[in-house]
């Protein structure tokens, strides 16, 4: 195998593609690796990949390396730190990267104390200094600060925050080599063993999926306003969510909670009403594109978030908010 | 046999604070705790607490000691284990060094501190931490001291010799067996740690945590380097100018909020 310096990027299929997240992951190591002037590698791990290697290719990718093995087939963790451990070992890259997605925040910190280094968590932004060294920003304490952190160790890992970089196909392409690799593996090596798994079905469009997510808090002062969310969602193809605070007070189940302690959504427009923004709620929907907020405080902290706002109170501004949206809907 | 569960928790800068209490300080390279807001135990780490006193009621005999690394710490915050039913608890002050951005250095106080402890049958940590949300520390335990690890669970069970843990997916769960000992990281969806009940206020009164500091935890020349550098620490630009939607009235100003987002086309 290759032993040059390069950046290697830990791929994932989801759906039998390759994951957005990886497509990202590619731009910003293409990038990186052009900054160095050095390889950008990538690798899949499971089987029957070979498929999978002309999309790779768009990313200017110089060598793919394809682990198969009949152990890889579902993801697991002991049995993906090893087979990526034993490629590090062989192609010595300068640094990894993963996607904070369910399988790169196992593997993540995993892979760091494996390989004997450090992992630099959540990163928005990645580049290279003139050490040749990784920088990474990341948000710290709910998103309330940046930190800008420098990378010394080897390898330099990092874990990348999802839907931070606008992907880009590459006119120019890599290297292009295939590399199929078969890892040692053996099941002895799997130290938590998964008995079985259990779907739970929810009604709905999941917070974590929606494209629209209309969240009540503290201002409602009580349970039946969240009917009135709950309409406004479902008008909108939407999910219904809620603050810390409203479910502390036993308004919504907790499983509405957006938040730290609760659930991180990504929504294309995120409609708060009564949600004064506390940085821990922020925490959870720094990733929605468009926040569009209604609270009767102008000086609420939601507000420095939300591109849109109305200051008012929330019983009279919603009904005409709702009755609106309805004649748009039956409208259109 | 007894079972001794051992919960790391981590004292955090309260995450309720208003943004306008929220201060850097002037060399740009630390978060200043405020003097008049009292921090909190981290939530997830309350979750911990919970899940060993829950794996207490359902066997015969079990020990549960809290520990914790840190500095600074506020006794009255960090003895809420004991008055919610914990037996012991241990606080570490560790000075500036468990401050290390690298989790490599808190992963080895912690696991230093636990080697004293002695023997044990499971670590229950939070799944991360609501500070710097790292969620390394639990893994770098496991991996000093070559047990498995199961994160992110909402159920823990313990038999004779194995643990078994319901692991939160996005669409359900997972089950998930290893041997003990182990260390499991613990979710918001295991539900809402007790309150300390009174007589456990009472009990606990009576219990003075343990304080250890770094001479205590015999630290030798296998403290790992930090491979982090902070270069900068700094308050966030916000990219949004918040446009208000005004209207006659609250009503009004609902409806042109209607219209002025399918204006955007965001709806």
């Known amino acids: 195998m290759a032993n040059c310096q390069n950046i290697l990027v830990i791929g994932e299929l989801t759906e039998g593609s390759l994951s957005s997240t990886t497509k990202e992951l590619l731009t910003v190591g293409r990038n990186l690796a052009d900054s160095l002037q050095e390889d950008l590698n990538v690798v899949l791990l499971g089987e029957n990949l070979s498929q999978y290697t002309s999309d790779l290719l768009f990313f200017g990718t110089d060598t793919i390396y394809l682990a198969q093995h009949s152990l890889l087939e579902d993801y697991q963790d002991d049995l993906y730190v090893e087979a990526i451990t034993q490629l590090a070992a062989s192609t010595n890259p300068r640094s990894i990267l993963l996607g904070k997605t369910l399988t790169g925040k196992e593997l993540g910190p995993r892979l760091a104390f494996k390989l004997g280094t450090s992992l630099l968590q959540d990163c928005i932004h990645l580049a290279i200094d003139t050490n040749k060294n990784l920088v990474g920003k990341r948000p710290i304490y709910g998103g309330n600060a940046l930190a800008e952190i420098t990378h010394i160790g080897t390898p330099q890992l990092a874990i990348v925050r999802p839907k931070t970089i606008e992907v880009s196909v590459q006119e120019q392409k890599g290297k292009g080599n295939i590399n199929e690799y078969v890892p040692e593996l053996s099941d002895s090596m799997i130290q938590a063993r998964t008995i079985e798994k259990v779907d739970e079905p929810v009604s ?12 009540g808090g503290r201002g409602l002062g009580g349970p039946e306003p969240f009917r009135d969310l709950e309409d406004l969602a479902s008008l909108l193809g939407g999910a219904t969510g809620a603050s810390r605070a409203a479910c502390d007070a036993g308004w919504i189940p907790s499983s509405y909670q957006v938040g730290l302690t609760g659930k991180t959504i990504t929504p294309d427009l995120y409609i708060t009403v009564g949600i004064s923004g506390a940085s821990q709620h922020m925490a959870g929907c720094s990733g929605a594109k468009i926040i569009v907020s209604i609270n009767k405080d102008s000086e609420a902290n939601i507000f420095k978030d939300s591109a849109f706002g109305v200051v008012g109170d929330w019983k009279e501004v919603l009904p005409g908010f709702i009755d609106q949206i309805k004649s748009m809907t039956n409208a259109s | 046999m007894p079972v001794h569960i051992i919960v790391a928790i981590k004292q955090v800068m309260d995450p309720e604070i208003p943004p306008s209490a929220f201060t850097i300080a002037e060399n740009a390279k630390e978060v200043v705790s405020p003097s008049n807001i009292p921090p909190v135990i981290n939530g997830y780490d309350e979750q911990a607490i919970e899940a060993a006193l829950r794996i ?24 809420k284990p004991l008055s919610m039913g914990a037996d012991e608890l241990i606080l570490v002050d560790t000075g500036d060094i468990g401050n290390d951005p690298d989790s490599n250095i808190a992963a080895y106080l912690l696991t230093s501190a636990i080697r004293k402890i002695g023997s044990f049958d499971l670590i229950l940590c939070g799944r991360q931490a609501s500070d710097w949300d790292n969620a390394q520390v639990p893994v770098g335990v496991a991996s000093m001291l070559k047990v498995p690890i199961i994160t992110v669970g909402r159920k823990v069970e313990i038999t004779a010799k194995n643990v078994r843990v319901e692991r939160v997916l996005p669409n359900g769960y997972e089950l998930v067996e290893s041997n003990l000992p182990a260390v499991v990281t613990l979710s918001s969806e295991l539900g809402e740690p007790r309150y300390p009940t009174l007589r456990g206020i009472m009990a606990a009164t009576k219990k003075q945590p343990i304080l250890w500091s770094l001479n205590d935890l015999s630290i030798d020349e296998d403290l790992p380097t930090s491979n982090l550098t902070i270069n900068t620490i700094t308050t966030p630009e916000k990219q949004n100018e918040c446009t208000i939607i005004e209207g006659e009235n609250g009503q009004e100003a609902g409806k042109n909020l209607a219209l002025k987002l399918r204006e955007a086309k965001l709806i």
Do not use: H, Q, Y
């Not at chain 1, 709905?204 to 969240?215: P, Q, T």
């Not at chain 2, 009621?57 to 009255?76: C, K």
């Open chain 1, 204 to 215: 709905g469009v999941r917070l974590e999926d929606a494209r629209i997510v209309v969240s």
């Open chain 2, 56 to 79: 207490k009621e359902t066997v015969e005999e079990a020990t549960i000691t809290v520990v914790s690394i840190g500095s600074n710490f506020s006794l009255d915050v960090m003895k």
